[in-house]
């Protein structure tokens, strides 16, 4: 499969813990963007990463959120101390620079936070 | 404040019938509109996008017409099917950032 992969599918926490997810994006993509999603509602952007430079941050993007891209390859997204309001499905979708810019989707990182 | 507004919220139709989703944006520096098809538990996948400086664009059943003067853009689903049944989102794209609309849910009875 060569997709956006993400991992985990699913993720259950307490409130109060730190969860950390991971992208892979489609190999040959240079950008890489999280997204959220809550129920009823349209993705809202978060962040993305060109290579391994995180370009742009959403002022959704708490002091609790934050998004590496070491080596411009794979991404994680990490929340600390988790508040039930964090509770959503977490998508990253990779685009490559230059390509009218499609971005395409991971199948999402389902949270909820008890 | 929603950059991209979307209608209607739930849409019902037969089998072959053409259900139309519309979107509306306010700021003309939007330079990518996309649609894209999402089905529950999955994330969304790409459908058709359209450029400002084109009035139409088809793909297989589906057709997106952009009106650049109204700032709106609108999908067409020739010949609906079952298998189309999902959640359609239209978004604008600027500077790589996509504002998506609030969603279409489609139902295409058999």
């Known amino acids: 499969d060569t997709g956006v992969s993400q991992d985990p599918r699913h993720k259950i926490t307490k409130r109060g813990q730190n969860v950390t997810f991971r992208c892979d994006p489609i190999?040959?993509?240079?950008?890489l963007y999280w997204y959220r999603q809550t129920l009823g509602q349209g993705p809202e952007f978060l962040t993305y990463?060109?290579?391994?430079?995180?370009?742009?941050k959403s002022r959704l993007l708490s002091d609790r959120f934050s998004a590496e891209r070491p080596k411009g390859s794979f991404s994680t997204l990490e929340i600390q101390r988790t508040e039930q309001g964090d509770s959503a499905m977490y998508l990253c979708?990779?685009?490559?620079?230059?390509?009218?810019?499609?971005?395409?989707f991971g199948p999402g990182t389902r949270l909820t936070v008890l | 404040q929603q950059q991209v507004k979307q209608s209607p919220q739930s849409l019902i139709v037969q089998k072959g019938g053409i259900p139309i989703i519309n979107c509306a944006y306010e700021?003309?520096?939007?330079?990518?509109f996309p649609w894209y098809q999402q089905f529950p538990g999955k994330g969304p996948a790409l459908l058709i996008a359209?450029?400002?400086?084109?009035s139409e664009k088809k793909e297989g059943r589906f057709t997106i017409s952009f009106n650049k003067s109204a700032k709106q853009f609108s999908l067409h689903i020739m010949d609906s099917q079952p298998g189309d049944s999902a959640t359609y989102f239209c978004?604008?794209?600027?500077?790589?950032?996509?504002?998506f609309g609030r969603g279409t849910q489609l139902t295409v009875w058999p």
């Open positions: 700021n003309t520096a939007f330079d990518y």
């Open positions: 978004a604008a794209q600027i500077l790589g950032r996509l504002y």
């Open positions: 990463f060109q290579n391994e430079a995180q370009l742009e």
């Open positions: 190999s040959e993509h240079n950008r």
């Open positions: 359209i450029r400002p400086d084109v």
């Open positions: 979708a990779s685009s490559l620079e230059g390509s009218h810019n499609e971005q395409f």
